[in-house]
Structures are given as C-alpha cells and as structure tokens.
C-alpha cells in the first residue's frame, strides 16, 4: 500500500463535554494531560495536518505534531448553533432538529450541511489516494466518521451510528487506487496505537 492516513480525533472541550454543538473553544485541561502523555504513542509521519479549529491545534502541539493547518480537516460550521446545547436547539426549534438528522444536504442552523462535509472529507481522500507515505491529520469526529462511510461504501445516514471518542485514531490504507479502513476507535492510550498510530 502506498498511503496511510491517521485520522486523530481532537481532545475534549468543557462546551462538548456538556453535550452541545461546538464553537472554537480550547481543549479542557484533561484533554491536554492525556494528549501529551499520549505522545509515546505515535509513529513518526511524512505529513501532519490539523484542523483551523483550536482545540484540534492544541491536541496536535499536545501530541508533540508540528502541524500545517488543512481547511478540509475543519469541523462542520453549525453557523447560529455553535455553541449552544443540544437540548436547547432541541427545544427552541424541533422540527429544525429533525430536518438536520433526516437530511443530509439540510443546514437549518445557517452553516454547513453534513453532505457539504462529506464533500470536505472525501476531497480530502481523494487527494491522498495515490499519495506515498503517512500523514496524520488532527481533526473532529464528523469529519472521521464521513471518512469512515465513504470508505466503506455506506450511505452518509450511517454517519449517525459511529461514535469516534475524543482523542481515538482512525487508520486507514491506500493501494493508490482505493482506501481501506484498517482500524478505528483506537484509544491513544491503548498499546493498540503503537501499530496504527
């Protein structure tokens, strides 16, 4: 196989951890401890990308990754959601709620639709397909679980039934043709990441 890609989730955020849509606020101060003492963890990579968003920087500084900031890694722009919880979306505007998990290219919120992700992250793929070497790249669960479906062929509504941890690797292969899913949810604190990381 010619490319490898590692897909590492950023760390935690106090604003995520409250269970809401997430806003460009810093990684907790668990988040950073267990990111840095993850930093055994990782192989040496040709490439090392991360999200614009800061907690993914600061996850990829943490792990000890100089970093180029890739926009694709960026997470999804939930516009005039960002920030506020999931329940008091919920509450306020239900049947938005409901279009944005029953619709693919909807983007009630005034953002980004999930389809327009999905764009994003296969963008991101198809570019690395045929590609020599390891990159990894710093990102957010949406962005790893569309990686994921289109990788596996699924339709972008299994998205929903993935959930990527926070500071978990994805790995994925590439023969230079067509990418192969080789591990996800591994925890960088597992001796698991030693192989994939």
Partial sequence: MLAR???????????????????????????????????????????????????????????????????LLADQDFARWAGRGFEDVQAEDPEAMAAWFADSDAAPHGGESLADVARRGVALL??????????????????????????????????????????????FRSDGRRWVLRASGVGLSSGLSQDVG
């Fill in 5 to 71: 890609l590692t897909m590492i989730a950023s760390g935690a955020t106090a604003a995520a951890r409250k269970g809401g849509f997430p806003a460009d606020e810093p990684l907790e101060r668990q988040a950073l401890a267990r990111a840095t003492a993850a930093r055994p963890a990782l192989r040496r990579a040709d490439r090392v990308w991360a999200s614009p968003a800061l907690r993914a920087r600061q996850t990829a500084e943490a792990l000890g990754l100089e970093a180029t900031v890739e926009p």
């Fill in 126 to 171: 198809d570019n690395l397909v045929a590609s020599s070497g390891h990159t990894i790249a710093v990102t957010h669960p949406v962005l790893i679980r569309a990686a994921i479906v289109h990788v596996l062929g699924a339709p972008l509504s299994a998205i929903w039934k993935i959930d990527i941890e926070p500071l978990s690797l994805t790995d």
